[in-house]
C-alpha cells in the first residue's frame, strides 16, 4: 500500500478517459513480467538440459528470479518517489530486457543466476509495483474494476507465454528465445510511456517500510507465516509442474500446456469471485471449501492425478483455482483483520515473507526430489505448506484459535479504517493523505 496526497480537484471524479489508458498499460505490464517470471517451469526444463545440471542447482534460476522480483519491488521504491510511476516502469523494462537478452552469451549456469535471475528479476521488480500505483493514482470511484482489469493479465500472462515459449523453443531454441523475450520485454517501457503523471496530483508519499505498528498485533505475525507457507508451496508448483509431467512420460509440449491450465483457471476464478462481489470470499463455506477443502484435495491426490494426462489437467485446474481465489482471499481477509493502514505499514514484512519462500522453495524440493527420486514427495511437501497457508488464515478470520492481538482495543479500531473513508471529506478536501491499496501478494 501506499499513502497518496490529493488536492480536491481529484475527487471525488476520477482522471479523465485517460486513465484506462494507464490500466491497459498496466494490464500488460503485468501480464509480461508474471508470463515470463511464472513460466520458470519451462525454463528449468530447458537449463538443466543445456548444463546437464540437477534439479538443486537448476531450481536456484527460478527461485532466484522470483526472490529478486519480490524484494525489489520493495526495496527500490525510493525510485518510484524520486522519479514517478512512469520512469520507474520504464526503467525496469530496460533492466530485465538486459538480463534476458545477456543470455544470448552465457556459458555456465552461474551466469545464468546473475542474468536471468537476477539482473531480469530487478527489472521486473522496479516495474510491477509501480504499475499498480498508476492505475491507484488515476482511479477513485472505479478503483476496484480498474484493478480487476490490471490483475487479470496475471492470469492472462499465466496462460499465453508457456505455449509461447514452448514454440519459440522450437524454432529458435533456447538463446533466439531469450532474445525474443527481452524485445517482449522492452515493450514494458511502451507500457511505462503511457503511464502519464495525474495532473494537478501532489507527490507521492509511501509508508515507512518497516514499521514497529504491526508488529504489536499477532494476527499480523500470523499473516506473515501464512504468505511465507503460500510463496513457498505455489513456487514449488509452478517449477515443478512440467518436470512431474515429463517423469510420468507427458511429452515437452502437454507438460508444458498444464501451466497454460493454471493460468486459464486462475483467471476464471478470479473472474468468478469478482462477478460474485467484494465479499463474496469471505462467505463462511466459500471459505472453508476454497481454502481448507482444496488445499486438502491438492495436497492428498496429487500422486494419484498424475498418473495419466486427464489427471495432471485435472491438478491443474484445482491449483489454478485455488491460488485464483487464494489470493482474493487473503487481501480481503488481511483487510478485514487487519485493516489498510496496518497491512501498508507491514507491506515491508510480507514482501520480505514471499521473497523469503521463493528462494527457500525451490532448492528445498530439489533436494528432495534428488533424495527420493520421486517428484510427488515435493508436492506433497508443497500441498503441505499450501494447506497450512490456508488453516492459518482461516483461524484467525473466525478467531477460533482464542488469539488475541497486543494490539488495545481503541488501537485496533484506528488501524482497521477503511479505504477512503467518505465521513473524511473535509481532510481529503484539504489535500490530507489518503490510503490506496497495492498489496503485494504471491499469484
Known sequence: MIAISVPDVMLPRDSGGYRWVVAIAAFFTQFIICGITYS?????????KIFNEDHFNTSWIGSILLYTTALTSVVMRFFMVQFGCRWSVILGGLVSALGLSMGMVVTEMYQVYLTFGVLTGIGFGLACTPSIMAVEQHFYKQRMQALSVVLSGVGAGIVVF??????LLEHLA?????????????????????????????????????????????????MC???LFWSFGSTVIYMYLPSYAMDQDSSFETSVFLVSCVGMASFTSRVIFSFMGHNSTLDDMTAILCSIGLGVVITGICPLLFDDYAGQIGYSILFGFY?????????????ELLGPECIAKGNGYL????????IMAGPAAGLLIQEETEFKYAFYLAGSALLWSSVIMMLFKYQSCGLESFVSEPEKNDLKIPLVDRSQNDCLMKGEPIL??????SV
Do not use: D
Not at 508457456?162 to 514454440?167: D, F, G, M, N
Not at 490506496?436 to 501478494?441: D, I, L, S, Y
Open 351 to 358: 514482501s520480505f515473507m514471499i521473497a523469503l519462500g521463493s
Open 225 to 227: 507465516i501464512a504468505n
Open 40 to 48: 520458470i517451469g519451462v525454463f528449468h526444463i530447458v537449463f538443466s
Open 436 to 441: 490506496v491499496e497495492a498489496m503485494v501478494t
Open 323 to 335: 491460488s485464483g481465489y487464494w489470493t482474493t482471499f487473503l487481501s480481503q481477509a488481511s483487510r
Open 174 to 222: 533456447w538463446r533466439g528465445t531469450l532474445w525474443i523475450l527481452s524485445g517482449i520485454a522492452l515493450n514494458l517501457c511502451v507500457c511505462g510511456a503511457l503511464m502519464s503523471p495525474v495532473a494537478h496530483g501532489k507527490q507521492v508519499h509511501l509508508m515507512p517500510l518497516l514499521s514497529c505498528v504491526p508488529l504489536r498485533n499477532i494476527t499480523f505475525h500470523g
Open 162 to 167: 508457456p505455449i509461447l515459449i514452448r514454440t
